[in-house]
């Protein structure tokens, strides 16, 4: 059974910093590209940042550039998102997803197979 559990969320100040945590299970570490994706109360679910499993390349949303980094861990089927200068805008619920593939990068959530149930990040002074 496939599961993806986020941890890490909270209250911060602005400015502040955060690292999210999603642990997988169920096989699917390798051969998943593993993403972020974050949704704000009254808006659309929004990509966040993704990291393809063949070769670690990343790639973010404009919003999240230069602030935030993902990583990941295969020897502890983790992945992380590193979250700094953290601004009021951020606060939403931060899901990790799971999207099988060999190539591409995927950054709509309709691409991903498996979803977490998400954490709270509340940036807020």
């Known amino acids: 059974q496939v599961r993806l559990v986020e941890s890490g969320g909270g209250l911060v100040q602005p400015g502040g910093s955060l690292r999210l945590s999603c642990v997988t299970s169920?096989?699917?570490?390798?051969?998943?590209?593993m993403g972020w994706f974050r949704q704000a109360p009254g808006k659309e679910r929004e990509f966040v940042a993704v990291i393809r499993w063949r070769d670690g390349v990343t790639y973010y949303a404009d919003s999240a550039k230069g602030r935030f980094t993902i990583s990941r861990d295969n020897a502890k089927n983790t992945v992380y998102l590193q979250m700094n200068r953290l601004l009021p805008e951020d606060t939403a619920v931060y899901c990790c997803a799971a999207a099988q593939g060999q190539f591409g990068i995927p950054t709509r959530a309709m691409e991903y197979d498996y979803w977490g149930q998400g954490t709270q990040v509340t940036v807020s002074s």
């Open positions: 169920g096989n699917i570490f390798s051969n998943y590209h």
